[in-house]
């Protein structure tokens, strides 16, 4: 069975991504071709079909968006969920953004590669976020198993038959609002992702007063994973692909 077309390589487009930028790589080249190769963001018209059609892996790029856009530059780290880094069978990875200024937390990233439906938790502990962001956004990437290559959604709208480019609003995965003044409980769908929005109001890095160390303990009932703030290069991502409204997703 071919992979590169699945909701499985929308994930590990996402976690490849930020494993670049958490030890340094600056910029990623992403490599798409003609019509009807399968790891393409998109196809264009052609062959009869008169609409554009959006493949899985144009979706791993708007988390990724969403995820680094700031003032200052983030800092992104693998937070080594449950030993992730480690573990070649591992089906799950969390990532933090901190601001390149002042070290502080403002988002997060929770991947979920295991199929079989449900939630797995995992929890953020008081203190992680800074005082002025305590209530968050979770936004979702979500597919019915890893093996799906349209049922798709992000944010709670889907390109599936949005041959103009324009999304559709999807019936799953919407946004979902959270106060984690006391720490909170963040559901990741299996399999999907979950966007943890700090200050969504306002564009990230704007928070004031630095605040460096770590993330706390990430857990659910597998286990802990620490996640440290490391040095690592501000990420920058510069996508210069011709796409139909793209930030329309963001």
Known sequence: MNVSDTFGATLWGVDYALQLASVG??????????RNITYNLYQYPGDGVDGWTTLPMFYSYLPVLNALQSHNGSKVVDLNLEDSMTTPNSTNAAYGF???????????????????????????????????????????????????????????????????????????????????????????PS?????????????????????????GNVINSGGTGKGVVVSVSVFTVVVCVFLFRIFDAL
């Not at 790589?25 to 003609?34: D, K, M």
């Not at 093996?147 to 709670?156: L, Q």
């Not at 399999?191 to 993330?215: F, H, K, M, Q, Y």
Request: proline content about 6%; glycine content about 12%; charged content about 15%.
């Open 25 to 34: 790589y600056s910029a990623a080249y992403l490599h798409t071709r003609e």
């Open 98 to 188: 901190y601001d390149a200024t002042t070290s502080e937390l403002y988002r997060m990233i929770f991947i979920n590669l295991a199929d079989g439906g449900g939630n797995v938790q995992y929890t953020i502990p008081q203190g992680a976020l800074p005082q002025t962001d305590y209530n968050i956004t979770v936004r979702y990437l979500t597919a019915p198993s890893t093996r799906e290559k349209w049922d798709i959604t992000w944010g709670g709208r889907t390109w599936r038959g949005a041959g103009d480019g324009n999304p559709l609003d999807a019936t799953t995965g919407q946004d979902l609002s959270l106060d984690c003044s006391a720490g909170c409980t963040v559901n990741v």
């Open 191 to 215: 399999p999907g992702l979950a966007l943890v929005l700090t200050n969504e109001d306002i564009p990230a890095g704007l928070p004031s007063g630095g605040r460096s160390g770590n993330v």
